[in-house]
Each structure stands twice: as structure tokens, then as C-alpha cells.
């Protein structure tokens, strides 16, 4: 059983649609993040969310992203006009323990194909 | 200079053979340094998990940090055809939220 889950495994979709991106981290994950691998490249950090707000976002998460947890348990990401170069395996991880300790606890991914 | 350099390989090894894989990096304030291993279309697994300078032994991996040359190592011995996926290393500074990753190194071990 993953401790983290993520849908849709893959999604396509035209350029300029928006798309959101849920995950579903373990109940005692405190810190929630987002990273995206362009397929063959690094696993890169996108944003860090804790206690309902954005901890820390790199410069790739610009006005295009936003992070929600509205309800206590889904996390997502939302991209609201999407470009070709998003397309990119989309990855949610969680983590219990405190900033700068603890395991990164990563989905199975998120698939996003931009036409 | 980029913040953490690792070879992306790919890097092929008969079976049993003692892997080695490296990373430099030039953030001195990272003090918490990880290793993950990622199988094809999934999502990075954590491998090992070492704070500051030393060495941490795990089964048959074993993780070396040296902060002094700013240089993390990941041993496999007795490699197997298991073992076939791209190792990650990753660091985090003290007090930081995000953790940061190497590129990756593809790694095959051949039966």
C-alpha cells in the first residue's frame, strides 16, 4: 500500500487547458511537495507546502502553478494554461518529520502530456 | 556550478560486481544527504540516509559522505539484476524545506 497516491496516472490534454493534479499523502505527512521530472532529466523541486500555506517554491513554480489542500487530505496542483514544455512526470511526496530531517515519501507520479 | 553534479551514467556492471556512485556538490550548508533509487515510471524510493560526515552501512550498500571534498558515495556490493534502476542522491540543508537531487545514474547490472 503506497503512502502516498496520486491521480490521474496520465493525463493528456490540449496546450492552454488547465489541469489539476491530486494526491493523496498518509494522514500523519506534515510537509506535502511537488516535484516534476521531464522525462530523462532530474527530479526537480517545484513546492513545498506545511500548515496550509507555501513553505517554499522554486523558480519553475511560477503565476501558471498553484497548490491547494482544501480539504485535509487531497493535494493538488493546478496548472492553469498548460505549455508544451509542462509535459513532464509530475511527482507528490510527503514527509512526517520535521524540515530537514525524514524520508521523502513519493506517489507513483502523474503523467501530463501537453499537445 | 550547479548544486548537486552526478554522473547520469548509464553505468553497466556484471552481476556481483561492487558498484560505486558518486555525487559533488557545492551548497555547504547541506547536511543531510540521502540516496533514493527509482525504478522505471515510478517514484523515488528511499535508500539511505545520512547526516553530516561518516559512513553508514545498510545490507549490502554502504553510504560515505565527506564533507571536507563535498563528495557523497554509494557502494553496492554483490550487485543483482534487481539492483538495475537509477540511483539518486539527494541533500537537504539544515532548516530547509526542499530536498534537492542529483541528476540521476542509471545503473544495469547484467546476469
Known amino acids: 500500500e503506497p503512502e502516498v497516491t496520486q491521480t490521474p496516472s496520465h493525463q493528456v490534454t490540449q496546450m492552454g487547458q488547465e489541469v489539476i493534479l491530486r494526491c493523496v499523502p498518509i494522514s500523519n505527512h506534515l510537509y506535502f511537495y511537488w516535484y516534476r521530472q521531464i522525462l530523462g532529466q532530474k527530479v526537480e523541486f517545484l513546492v513545498s507546502f506545511y500548515n496550509n500555506e507555501i513553505s517554499e517554491k522554486s523558480e519553475i513554480f511560477d503565476d501558471q502553478f498553484s497548490v491547494e489542500r482544501p480539504d485535509g487530505s487531497n493535494f493538488t496542483l493546478k496548472i492553469r494554461s498548460t505549455k508544451l514544455e509542462d509535459s513532464a512526470m509530475y511527482f507528490c511526496?510527503?514527509?512526517?518529520?520535521?524540515?530537514?530531517?525524514?524520508?521523502?515519501?513519493f506517489g507513483e507520479g502523474s503523467r501530463l502530456t501537453v499537445l | 556550478q550547479k548544486e548537486v553534479e552526478q554522473d547520469p551514467g548509464p553505468l553497466s556492471v556484471p552481476e556481483g560486481a561492487i558498484v560505486s556512485l558518486n555525487c559533488t556538490y557545492s551548497n555547504s550548508a547541506f547536511q543531510y544527504f540521502m540516496w533514493y533509487r527509482q525504478y522505471s515510471r515510478k517514484g523515488p524510493e528511499l535508500l539511505m540516509y545520512?547526516?553530516?560526515?561518516g559512513n553508514k552501512e545498510d545490507g549490502r550498500f554502504t553510504a560515505q559522505v565527506d564533507k571536507s571534498s563535498k563528495y557523497i558515495s554509494l557502494f553496492i556490493r554483490d550487485s543483482q539484476p534487481s539492483d538495475s534502476a537509477t540511483y539518486l542522491c539527494a541533500m537537504i540543508n539544515t532548516g530547509g524545506f526542499k530536498t534537492i537531487f542529483g541528476a540521476g545514474t542509471r545503473l544495469f547490472v547484467k546476469a
Open positions: 545520512t547526516y553530516s560526515s
Open positions: 511526496a510527503g514527509k512526517r518529520g520535521l524540515a530537514g530531517t525524514g524520508e521523502l515519501f
